[in-house]
């Protein structure tokens, strides 16, 4: 007879969910490789002219060149080989060289572009989530009332709104007609990045619009999930006698209400930070801000592809992260999860 193993259920559900993050970016890899690959053209084509622009004009010399971007690229090679080329360089840790900004490496670009949207988007989501779920509680907390109503029809309109939506109306308003901030851009052009109180400034001033259009239009759907759970919470009985029978000030029960109800939300938020990469991307198009965003933008147009694939890895490791801490924080919290997943 054959004994039973015992197995802790919350290290078997991080196990197993662990293999489907691996077989998921197993699949995504794939993808990342073969998808910029379909799309006609010719990607060393920004790079040759970026060298008649420097002034190489012989079609010799023009056509050397191609032919060592080829051989250095290996996009003379079937893709089978390419394939295994880039699974064997991203096993190093090296994520290749950018076509578009030859010779600089991709790993360099990402560590040059990503803070930059880090700076903007961290700041922007945590904001939102501390304001919009504040709110979310007063309106649970006036339930029906007038304020009740004002907030959900304010949330509701601004969680169907795109961020990028917002920052145009943004810029028309408030860089075009009334030439407060500029249309773009992170600094002025001509300015080197520095810590200095001119630079700061600077930056800031063109730092605000981007921030704005992600912060308002993450309000919605922080105090609209705020807003359901708190509802919920003020029905249990350890709220009713918090209220009636201890008589809280409304002040006390507010801020005891949102740390009732927080829990939910802070999964939310390591899940939409996960996100905020990605999320980050047509933003920083519109605001021409110079983040991770911008780069990927350029990166396609050019056809760049170990750029392209380079961020894409950055992207979907980021989200599958954030999910798998996501789900073990679930399993951690409630015990039902992790037993029903191993059938305990």
Known sequence: MVAKINVNPFIAYALKRF????????VALFLIFILPRMIPGNPLASTIFRLTQGGITSPE??????????????????????????????????????ILFYPLSVANLIA????????????????SWFVGNY??????MNRNKFVDKVVLTIFMVLQGIPPYVLGMYLILLLAVY??????????????????SAEFVLAYLKHYILPFLSIFI?????????????????LA??????????????????????????????????????GWSVAGSVITEIVFSYPGIGMIFWRGINAQDYPLIQGIFIIII??????????????AYIDPRVRYAYVGV
């Not at 032919?67 to 096993?91: A, G, M, N, R």
């Not at 239009?217 to 919470?233: N, P």
């Open 19 to 26: 293999g489907m993050m691996v077989l998921t970016f197993s």
């Open 135 to 140: 709110i979310g509680v007063i309106a649970a």
């Open 61 to 98: 010399q023009l056509k050397a060149t191609e032919q060592i971007l080829l051989e250095t690229f290996k996009l003379h090679e079937p893709l089978h080989i390419q394939f295994v080329d880039f699974i064997s360089k991203l096993i190093h840790g090296d994520l290749g060289t950018s």
């Open 317 to 330: 490791a980021t989200l599958l992260l954030a999910n798998y801490i996501s789900e073990l924080l679930f």
């Open 178 to 195: 009334i030439l407060i901030f500029p249309t773009g851009g992170g600094w002025p052009p001509g300015m080197v990045p520095r810590l």
């Open 112 to 127: 040059l572009y990503l803070p930059w949207t880090l700076l903007l988007m961290i700041p922007a989501v945590s904001l």
């Open 236 to 273: 249990s009985d350890y709220m009713e006698y918090a209220i009636r029978g201890v008589g809280l000030s409304q002040k006390k029960v507010v801020n005891y209400l949102f740390k009732c109800s927080a829990l939910p939300q802070i999964v939310g938020l390591a899940i939409v930070l």
């Open 217 to 233: 239009t993450s309000l919605g759907g922080w105090g609209l999930s705020m807003r359901s759970i708190a509802v919920q919470e």
